[in-house]
């Protein structure tokens, strides 16, 4: 449930409810005692006078909602005979906390709550969950923001389809949809990042926003965790010898929907398909229909499977040129730095990189290509083995600030982190060298310089 709130009940408090507001004149006294119950914990004592309250006084005060939710929970957990009827309770709970106190609580997280309390417990199947949990999403996803309840919505569906009860064409569009939801709030995410990031590394953030910054990188960490989850959920359903068949099905049809054809093609560049006539044929409906980022990046990818890298590059620019979005467009250069570093051309690799930050500081994807350029690069930078070497801090460096400013990619930054570093000299190199503390200046095409850690 929403929890935005500090409770700080007392009788005293009572006095700015009349008896007038409830069904029952017992109700305020009994809200009284559940509340001081609860707020040490007693739940036991706690759940009759609550239970009166809740049955007979709904509208009386919404900490009935607050308290009851923790007081069911515990019921749930310690009256294992009794557990079906308090989960009954609690869902109900939930459905109707929204509709008395909607100041205070939202039909989305009402929805989720209940989702994820059948699921927790066993007590409802996939068809219930997922059909809760659609609502929730459909009506509202802008309030959908639940990391766990996003895996779940879209595990239910891939297990109903499994089971034949839903079609392929809906597991890939929920995907889209789900994995689009993740990116908005992976991108608000690493916006607030960047926005104490300065203040962090100078050591000037106030307590509050200490527990700003802490609370995001959690959710980004969260969304990290679920996002992995996801594309393994999908699996096998959506590789080539499933998209090809689907899409053959549905391309008379569809041919002549641009957003369709965004979406499949877009799959399909994704999971390696290029290669098929299907493919041709979809870029060349949506470039005609309407020509755009989307459509000059797909002819791209058309020419970079025939192998002629000049002509898709062209293409890729073009892409480039036309997004307007500058999210989007930040996307499509770190692809395009991405392509770029795999064929060996790191001083476009990095121009693209760094073009894609200035856009979108707040993306964490073209630090760790540079962290790669970079680290490729050892053996062509400095004139002894160690300074050579030292490159590796410097991608290290580079890398962990993948992790600082989106933490969806923070373990694989520290992982790379961590290898660049394990390349790096040792305290041993740095002692014998008599280095430390020292500046390294990189005369080459990366530029820059590199402290040496001090012993």
Not at 76 to 82: L, R, V
Not at 279 to 304: R, T
Not at 382 to 397: H, I, N, P, V
Not at 418 to 428: I, M, Q, W
Request: charged share 25%; net charge neutral; glycine share 6%.
């Amino acid at each position: 449930m929403k929890k935005n709130v500090s409770i700080l009940f007392c009788v005293l408090g009572l006095a700015f409810f009349s008896i007038g507001n409830a069904q029952n004149p017992e109700c305020p006294q009994n809200l009284s005692i559940f509340a001081g119950h609860a707020k040490v914990k007693n739940y036991d004592a706690a759940y009759e006078p609550w239970k009166m309250v809740y049955e007979n006084c709904p509208t009386l005060h919404w900490a009935t909602y607050h308290y009851g939710e923790r007081i069911l929970k515990h019921k749930i957990e310690s009256d294992p005979a009794n557990k079906a009827e308090y989960v009954n309770m609690l869902t109900e709970l939930y459905a109707t906390s929204y509709k008395n106190f909607p100041d205070r609580y939202n039909e989305t997280g009402s929805l989720i709550d209940q989702a994820l309390l059948l699921n927790d417990y066993k007590l409802g199947t996939d068809e219930e969950i997922y059909q809760i949990l659609d609502k929730a999403f459909k009506n509202n996803p802008e309030e959908f923001k639940n990391a766990k309840a996003l895996y779940l919505y879209f595990s239910k569906l891939v297990d109903l389809h499994d089971a034949g009860k839903k079609e392929l064409q809906e597991v890939f569009d929920t995907y889209d949809h789900v994995t689009g939801k993740i990116a908005e709030e992976n991108q608000e995410i690493g916006e607030t990042i960047v926005r104490y990031l300065e203040k962090e590394e100078a050591g000037t953030l106030t307590s509050k926003e200490e527990k700003v910054l802490a609370a995001v990188r959690k959710n980004g960490e969260n969304y990290e965790k679920i996002s992995g989850s996801i594309d393994a959920k999908l699996g096998k359903l959506a590789d080539c010898d499933n998209l090809i068949p689907l899409y053959q099905k549905n391309f008379e049809a569809r041919k002549g929907d641009a957003e369709w054809l965004k979406s499949a093609a877009g799959r399909m560049d994704a999971k390696g398909c290029a290669g098929d006539p299907l493919f041709v044929k979809m870029v060349e409906a949506l470039d005609q229909i309407e020509p755009s980022a989307s459509s000059k990046y797909y002819l791209g990818s058309l020419y970079d499977e025939q192998g002629d890298i000049t002509k898709a590059f062209e293409f890729y620019k073009q892409s480039v040129d036309l997004e307007t979005d500058p999210v989007k467009k930040a996307k499509k250069l770190t692809n395009l730095s991405s392509k770029a570093a795999k064929r060996g051309r790191k001083s476009e690799a990095r121009k693209y990189a760094n073009e894609a930050l200035q856009l979108n500081p707040a993306g964490g994807t073209p630090y760790l290509i540079l962290a790669s350029l970079y680290a490729n690069s050892a053996n062509d930078c400095g004139g002894t083995a160690f300074e050579k070497r030292a490159m590796y801090w410097k991608a290290a460096q580079t890398a962990r600030r993948a992790g600082q400013v989106d933490p969806s990619l923070s373990s694989k930054a520290a992982s790379a982190a961590a290898s660049y570093e394990g390349r790096a000299p040792s305290k041993t190199d740095i002692f014998s060298s008599g280095m430390a503390g020292k500046t390294i200046q990189f005369n080459c095409w990366v530029g820059g310089s590199i402290t040496v850690p001090s012993l």
